[in-house]
């Protein structure tokens, strides 16, 4: 039997080229060796305030980019997280064994409750939620961007601590980074991380963005006081732009050193402008397809949500089980 993966990804902002290197990328090709389930985690969302009607608009859109760029309902399952209640059930019990120290110490928790004025349970509750989306389907490989890593780190406590006080229940979950690219910064600010929430015109490149807007924020983006490209002294920016250039390309170390070293600034932009577009401008097109036939997204995440709820209900019942709650 095929090994299991899943992931998740939130329908908030513009999915951006940070979350297609850091993960979807890698989701797209490991899809064929796994059983695999991808999930727009909307429950995650709402964690902080979302407008309705954008938010409904978000989910779709996502699916087509998700479909777009590769993903293939023949062989993974694509599930809006909201349509499988079990999510939120196993979250609740998983609630139960977490230790609040725990949660209080996630970064993630504490960066966004400096930047918030009223901070919601559920973002604090957010970590548990995503380990249940990983236990539910006791999945073995989570394909993630490296900030991630600390909540997959969580997701392992739980799963442990859970295993122990009630018998061996879940499988372990194991962290999978790609090889380049797992934490893309911004464009205008190279000591931040690229973020969907985060606006300014300069910060992103949103995976719809048309060529001409690409090349546009590339050559704004932020380098150093050197004049060319310089791998051994090169700063933050200059280094993001190469790591773009080789995530996009899969180019080796050694061709990143000869191509590129005294290359001027100007250059490298335009380089990595046209490895971005190449990339970008196949996936957009069939964006265009896909999305032209209203039916085809929703009936995907339907038959997605239908494929994987038996083994979400499967783990459910056997989480009652261990901890006595009642199964007629
Ligand atoms: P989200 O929606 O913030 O991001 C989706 C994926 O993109 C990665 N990512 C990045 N990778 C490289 N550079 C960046 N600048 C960058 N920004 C984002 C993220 O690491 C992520 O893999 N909590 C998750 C969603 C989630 C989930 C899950 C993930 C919910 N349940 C279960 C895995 C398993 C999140 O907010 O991702």
Redesign the pocket.
Request: glycine share 16%; aromatic share 0%.
């Given at each position: 039997m095929k090994k299991r993966v899943?992931?998740?990804?939130?329908p908030t902002g513009s999915p951006h080229i940070?979350?297609y290197?850091?993960?979807l990328k890698n989701w797209a090709k490991i899809q064929y060796d796994y059983d695999s389930i991808y999930?727009i985690?909307d429950l995650?969302a709402i964690t902080i305030y979302q407008d309705p009607a954008e938010l409904r608009g978000k989910i779709l859109e996502l699916a087509g980019m998700l479909l777009a760029l590769g993903i293939d309902p023949k062989h993974s399952s694509l599930v809006v997280q909201s349509s499988v209640p079990e999510h939120a059930e196993l979250a609740w019990m998983l609630t139960c064994v977490t230790p609040i120290g725990w949660l209080e110490r996630m970064t993630q928790y504490k960066a966004k409750t400096e930047e918030q004025e009223s901070i919601s349970d559920g973002l604090l509750q957010y970590p548990v939620l995503?380990a249940a989306?990983?236990l539910l389907y006791q999945a073995h490989v989570?394909p993630?961007?490296?900030?991630?890593t600390q909540?997959l780190e969580l997701a392992r406590d739980i799963a442990q601590r859970f295993n122990s006080l009630y018998g061996e229940t879940f499988t372990m979950p194991e962290t999978r980074l790609p090889t380049h690219?797992?934490?893309?910064m911004g464009l205008d600010d190279p000591d931040k991380?690229?973020?969907?929430s985060t606006t300014g015109e300069g910060h992103a490149i949103s995976l719809l963005d048309p060529p001409d807007r690409i090349r546009k924020k590339l050559m704004r983006a932020t380098t150093d006081s050197n004049p060319a490209v310089d791998l051994d002294t090169m700063g933050p920016g200059v280094s993001n732009l190469l790591s773009i250039y080789q995530a996009f390309t899969e180019a080796s170390d050694d061709s990143i050193r000869n191509d590129f070293t005294g290359l001027r600034y100007g250059d490298l932009k335009k380089r990595v402008a046209e490895a971005v577009v190449a990339a970008l401008e196949p996936m957009q097109q069939r964006y265009r397809e896909i999305t032209a036939d209203s039916g085809y997204v929703a009936k995907v995440l339907a038959e997605g949500a239908e494929r994987v709820t038996p083994a979400a209900r499967d783990t459910v019942q056997k989480v009652k089980r261990a901890m006595g709650l009642y199964t007629p």
């Open positions: 899943l992931s998740g990804i939130q940070g979350n290197l850091g993960a999930c985690v995650h995503m989306d990983i989570v993630v961007g490296d900030d991630q909540h690219g797992a934490r893309i991380k690229m973020s969907k």
